[in-house]
């Protein structure tokens, strides 16, 4: 059977790859196999106009299964992590397509710990899915989960530890990518005592992630040059995620995020155990930089959810990736993009500098990445790519590396070439996405 989910939940085109059909029997199965005695299920979204369709579809599933349903509306996927445990309940399901274009939603389920699912409890589901379900001997319920956004926001502003953090006299850019941030992020930044220049806060179901947002920081980085901001904050559509921009106009990726904030833990702590949990694409240089802190590092495949498990495995504290998915632990079990920003302020305010002046220290490898479409998800998982690997490493010479996947959420094939020089790597990027490319045309 093609496996379903990806590396990140179960995602398409609404109403064409991902029905209202399917979100109906994707809670059903999810509720015989993993919650057997019942329960309740936070379900979530973001801004996409499919959003209440298919929250409806998955509400209507959940109940006829028997399963209790709170409805938190538009709020950020790490919302639902922090709700499931406030309200004690056992399960829970966003709707949301992360950084994907408006035309794409997904589904992502989270247990009672707050953890995405685990590949194992997605292959459970996913058996569930081709057995017959019998009918529930009752219908559950579908109501509203009060003032989720309010609680959440709380949540994040009291993560500050020191008591004197006022962020008054610095102006942010926040850009929300017309998604699920867009009424939560600016009241945390206000409330700290920040200006905020808001940018694309609306809640925009066809305008999500295009042109804005954490993978289009150009116009979050045209506003901070242009109103002498101190920072940039740049969330995608469903907020698991963060990029910021410094306020020269330099990006601060999530490399130089863990590596600001593993030194930092390290000094006030100590970072214990000393060592953060980071996937494949992380930067060379993060790693030199945090070896010459006496801070370890462990690498796993890319995505979150392998991070997060990783890091339960090896008690680490911290980790995320260079896309800015970042894990405080001792804050919360998935990355939060408002989260990781909150704590980076905090950070900046205890060192007393700039978040730009403490990344400057971390020197990063030039890298590279293109993306090569393919006809479908499933395509992409069988293009021959490891001749096209060995070919770009023997270019590479010793000089770094190259990782050639097929991306585990879009129909494309992801080229990543890190080398010692700009040029190099650009080079050997194109070459491998050409051959690809080329071996897909036949």
Not at 136 to 145: C, K, L, P
Not at 200 to 229: F, K, P, Q, W
Request: proline share 5%.
């Amino acid at each position: 059977m093609t496996r379903l989910f990806g590396t990140d939940g179960v995602r398409g085109i609404a109403n064409t790859d991902l029905l209202p059909e399917s979100a109906v029997s994707l809670a059903r199965a999810a509720a015989a196999a993993l919650l057997p005695r019942g329960g309740r299920v936070i379900i979530g979204r973001d801004s996409r106009t499919s959003g209440p369709m298919l929250e409806a579809a998955l509400a209507a599933g959940f109940a006829s299964a028997g399963i209790d349903v709170g409805l938190a509306g538009i709020i950020p996927t790490p919302a639902i992590s922090f709700l499931i445990k406030d309200e004690g309940a056992d399960f829970g399901a966003v709707l949301s397509a992360s950084h994907n274009p408006p035309e794409d939603n997904g589904i992502k389920f989270f247990g009672k710990d707050g953890q995405k699912l685990t590949v194992e409890e997605e292959e459970l589901v996913e058996t569930a899915l081709g057995a017959p379900l019998p009918p529930a001997r009752r219908i559950g319920r579908i109501g509203s989960v009060d003032a989720a956004a309010t609680r959440y926001a709380a949540f994040l502003t009291g993560t500050i530890d020191s008591d004197d953090v006022d962020l008054s006299g610095l102006t942010l850019v926040v850009d929300c990518a017309y998604g699920a941030t867009g009424s939560i992020a600016p009241r945390v930044f206000r409330h700290l005592g920040a200006r905020v220049i808001e940018l694309h806060t609306e809640m925009d179901g066809e305008r999500i992630n295009v042109g804005c947002g954490s993978t289009h920081l150009e116009s979050v980085r045209e506003v901070v040059l242009r109103e002498r901001a101190d920072l940039g904050i740049a969330f995608d559509g469903d907020g698991d995620r963060v990029l910021l921009v410094s306020s020269q106009g330099q990006t601060i990726d999530g490399d130089q995020v863990i590596g600001i904030a593993a030194v930092h833990r390290s000094r006030k702590g100590p970072l214990c155990p000393p060592l953060v949990v980071v996937t494949v694409l992380s930067n060379f240089g993060l790693e030199q930089f945090l070896r010459d802190h006496g801070i370890g590092m462990v690498r796993t495949p890319v995505g979150d959810r392998h991070v997060a498990q990783a890091m339960l495995s090896h008690g680490a504290r911290l980790g995320g990736e260079p896309s800015g998915h970042i894990i405080f632990a001792d804050h919360a079990p998935t990355g939060d993009g408002i989260l990781t920003a909150v704590q980076l302020l905090e950070i900046a305010h205890d060192a007393g500098e700039s978040l730009e002046a403490l990344a400057q220290g971390i020197p990063l490898y030039p890298q590279s990445q293109r993306n090569v479409s393919c006809p479908s998800i499933d395509a992409a998982k069988i293009v021959p790519l490891v001749e096209v690997a060995r070919r770009a490493q023997e270019r590479l010479a010793g000089r770094g590396r190259v990782i050639l996947r097929p991306s585990g959420t879009q129909p494309m094939v992801r080229v990543f070439v890190e080398a010692d020089n700009r040029e190099l790597a650009d080079t050997v990027c194109e070459e491998a996405a050409a051959a690809i490319a080329a071996r897909l045309a036949h």
